[in-house]
């Protein structure tokens, strides 16, 4: 039985990634024998998948700095509903695997996409845009680590103007950064094996992260003839939009494709371009903001809390905060430095009540998290600046009385 | 037309069957005759059909709600084998 939730879904993503979403789709069964799919067959959608023909931009730093960045775009051939299978643990040292099946059976959405892309590099940013999206629509938290998002990248190489070369398939891809080490390595690995007279085989290889390279997976042998059949226990999947809407079906059983496209929440590159417009920040500034989890809604939180111009703040979150965050390894939300805190004390150096070297040192005290404002933490270290202006005559003429390396000193600070 | 030798041997391994002797191996050729007849019929500008209810039969929709589990340990008794709530198979 299909789960709605599955076909809504599946649509969204279609939609966000410009697909055309086909009314009517077919399900088929793929035959082949393996210990984490018991039945013997996993449904799928060969012959008609329900969305076709789409496509992903994607954005790319040149140079590795972030001041110049080019967008690019890959196409998406199809998105099919399937199934999933179990989970196999293979225990070489037993001769054994071990199967789960808790996950069989629970619906899977496969994208499929075109040859576009030809690095490590553009593959890795690709994929990390669709998991953006992905969490965004709400299809899928789309965590690599954790298997609900999983990329098998097909690799083969080609002497420009000549036809595409034999491709393999490297599976066993857990995390983006592998994605873009498996990809560069399966080039080079076919690069040389062609300049060494080899021919490339059209196999599918393991990535091994530990090693860093790909290896022949053996239970894959030939060319698997996977007998598809109609599945006769799922009729064609039929998609409705506003104008074929039929009017005495059960609400519950209809799905419209205008009313998802009319929801559709804003893509990350839509929120990217309001924050630039909203706030003045550069491009290169919401890319970061959208790729960090919760930071574009804590520096919005900032902005609405102080009197500092957003192109100021962003500094601060970009280079201070984040910066702070890597070193220690949290994420945006286990931030012991809240908005509320940083917000607090922009406002005083905005206000011009501590020095900005000050403000670097306040927020070093705060990130320590122990409760403190950062006013308590100015009066603590007596970072404040002297606004009496007697008070700094006074200082002014005992340091030119005294020696002249003070006085440089004194205006540097 | 004979079914080859490289075809059955294909089917073997694919279906996991067994083509012990030359009689199995007759009945499937007296099969493969029965289902030809279809190319008999002319089906020019004819869309395949895919249930005789046409359509009136809709794909149903379930809701995305958990009706059923709980049942590892019923589900675990059906293995010979098993490891830690894992079902033990041979390895590849």
């Known amino acids: 039985v299909l789960n709605r939730r599955c076909v809504e879904a599946a649509v969204m993503t279609g939609l966000a990634l410009n697909c055309h979403i086909n009314k009517k789709s077919l399900f088929d069964r793929k035959h082949y024998f393996y210990a984490d799919m018991p039945a013997g067959y996993q449904i799928t959608q060969q012959r008609v998948p329900i969305a076709v023909n789409g496509s992903l931009s994607y954005s790319l730093c040149i140079d590795n700095k972030m001041n110049q960045m080019v967008t690019k775009t890959v196409r998406i051939k199809q998105i099919q509903l399937e199934q999933d299978s179990g989970k196999s643990l293979h225990d070489d040292t037993r001769s054994q695997t071990l199967v789960d099946l808790n996950r069989a059976g629970v619906g899977l959405m496969e994208l499929v996409m075109e040859p576009d892309m030809c690095c490590g590099e553009e593959a890795a940013a690709a994929v990390r845009e669709l998991q953006l999206i992905l969490q965004t629509l709400g299809s899928s938290q789309a965590v690599m680590a954790e298997g609900q998002l999983r990329v098998d990248a097909n690799v083969s190489v080609h002497h420009p103007g000549e036809p595409y070369g034999v491709r393999t398939e490297v599976k066993n891809i857990n995390s983006i950064r592998f994605l873009a080490k498996a990809v560069d390595y399966e080039i080079q690995r076919q690069i040389q094996e062609i300049g060494n007279g080899g021919t490339i085989l059209n196999e599918t290889r393991a990535f091994d992260s530990k090693l860093g390279c790909t290896v022949p997976m053996r239970d894959k042998e030939g060319k698997q003839d996977y007998r598809f059949m109609p599945e006769p226990n799922l009729p064609p999947l039929i998609l409705y939009d506003a104008k074929s809407l039929p009017a005495n079906m059960n609400h519950q059983q209809v799905i419209n494709i205008d009313w998802i496209h009319e929801r559709l929440p804003d893509l990350p590159s839509v929120i990217r371009e309001k924050l630039v417009e909203q706030y003045g920040i550069l491009p290169e500034h919401s890319f970061t903001l959208l790729n960090e989890d919760g930071l574009a809604e804590f520096f919005e939180s900032v902005v609405k809390q102080t009197q500092m111009k957003p192109k100021k703040v962003i500094g601060w979150i970009l280079n201070d905060l984040l910066s702070y965050l890597k070193q220690h390894s949290l994420t945006v939300k286990e931030s012991p430095v809240t908005s509320f805190l940083l917000a607090d004390l922009l406002n005083l150096l905005e206000k011009k009540e501590i020095s900005s070297t000050a403000a670097k040192r306040v927020l070093a005290e705060l990130w320590k998290g122990e409760g403190k404002t950062p006013l308590e933490a100015v009066k603590e270290h007596k970072l404040e600046l002297l606004q009496d202006q007697k008070e700094l005559e006074q200082i002014c003429q005992a340091v030119i009385d005294g020696q002249e390396n003070e006085v440089i000193m004194m205006v540097l600070r | ?92």
């Open chain 2, 1 to 92: 037309q004979k079914v080859s030798v490289e075809v059955l041997d294909h089917l073997e391994h694919l279906a996991l069957v067994d083509f012990r002797d030359s009689e199995g191996v007759e009945r499937l050729q007296k099969a493969i005759q029965f289902a030809d007849q279809l190319h008999e019929v002319n089906t020019d500008g004819v869309e395949p059909m895919d249930s005789v209810l046409e359509d009136r039969w809709c794909l149903y929709l379930r809701e995305d709600e958990v009706t059923e589990g709980n049942c590892t340990k019923e589900l675990l008794e059906n293995a010979r084998e098993t490891v830690e709530e894992y079902f033990v198979a041979p390895p590849g």
